[in-house]
Nanobody
Framework: QARLVESGGGSVQAGGSLRLSCAVSGRTLSSLAMGWFRRAPGKEREFVAGVTWSNNTKYADSVKGRFTISRDNAKNTAALEMNSLKPEDTDVYFC??????????????????WGQGTQVTVSS
């Protein structure tokens, strides 16, 4: 079993930046692909970004060029650097882990473990 804990959410003005972190325990990070999703109230959980064990990445079109996903296997953490934030990025962001670590799944069903979520609020 893996446990994921997100941190780094908060409030920022449009154009600003935030960095989300995901601390993983219970499993070695290199055995996992990592992903970030977001979900506004009343909406489906939406893929944001993912990274394989070998650092291949994939992004949603809405965040390409603004967000960067990374992983630090030595520290067992993953991160999402978010720049040029827009009000429409306001959401609860979730970290997720997939034991099929060679792929980036874009559907929530592809992930085995989830964090509790962290709120990101971007004001105009």
């Amino acid at each position: 079993q893996a446990r994921l804990v997100e941190s780094g959410g908060g409030s920022v003005q449009a154009g600003g930046s935030l960095r989300l972190s995901c601390a993983v325990s219970g499993r070695t990070l290199s055995s996992l692909a990592m992903g970030w999703f977001r979900r506004a109230p009343g909406k489906e959980r939406e893929f944001v970004a993912g990274v394989t064990w070998s650092n291949n990445t994939k992004y949603a079109d809405s965040v390409k060029g603004r967000f960067t996903i990374s992983r630090d296997n030595a520290k067992n953490t993953a991160a999402l650097e978010m720049n040029s934030l827009k009000p429409e990025d306001t959401d609860v962001y979730f970290c997720a882990a997939d034991t099929q670590n060679w792929r980036v799944a874009v559907k929530r069903g592809g992930y085995d473990y989830w964090g509790q979520g962290t709120q990101v609020t971007v004001s105009s």
